[in-house]
């Protein structure tokens, strides 16, 4: 079993910055991708970002292209998304997925398996 376990989120004013970070642990670490989702109250949860595992290519949703950046240690099992330029809009509780297997569309949640408990992040206006 793999478990996650997210950290780094809080209160940031907009126009700010944070890094969340994923730490993965349990058996050898080695996903076919990662992925950060979003989910604010009352909204479904939303695909962020992702990255494959071995090769490293990302992905991102449309309104944080060009703002979040999402990247890997895989030496270390961890998994970032450095979040620039924040909008009110960003506020939501985060949370790192991963997959195992290449099938199922990555930017779907019901495509992972494994999830962390979430980090809140909070974007005054």
């Known amino acids: 079993q793999v478990q996650l376990v997210e950290s780094g989120g809080g209160v940031v004013q907009a126009g700010g910055s944070l890094r969340l970070s994923c730490a993965a642990s349990?058996?050898?670490?080695?996903?076919?991708?990662v992925a950060w989702f979003r989910q604010a109250p009352g909204k479904d949860r939303e695909f962020v970002a992702r990255?494959?595992?071995?090769?490293?290519?990302?992905s991102y949703a449309g309104p944080v292209q060009g703002r979040f950046i999402i990247s890997r240690d895989n030496a270390e099992s961890m998994v970032y998304l450095q979040m620039l330029s924040l909008k009110p809009e960003d506020t939501a509780n985060y949370y790192c997925?991963?997959?195992?297997?290449?099938?199922?569309?990555?930017?779907?949640?019901?495509?992972?398996?494994?999830w962390g408990q979430g980090t809140q992040v909070t974007v005054s206006s």
């Open positions: 990255i494959i595992w071995a090769g490293g290519t990302t």
């Open positions: 997925a991963a997959k195992d297997s290449i099938t199922g569309a990555t930017m779907s949640p019901s495509s992972y398996g494994y």
């Open positions: 349990g058996r050898t670490f080695s996903p076919y991708a």
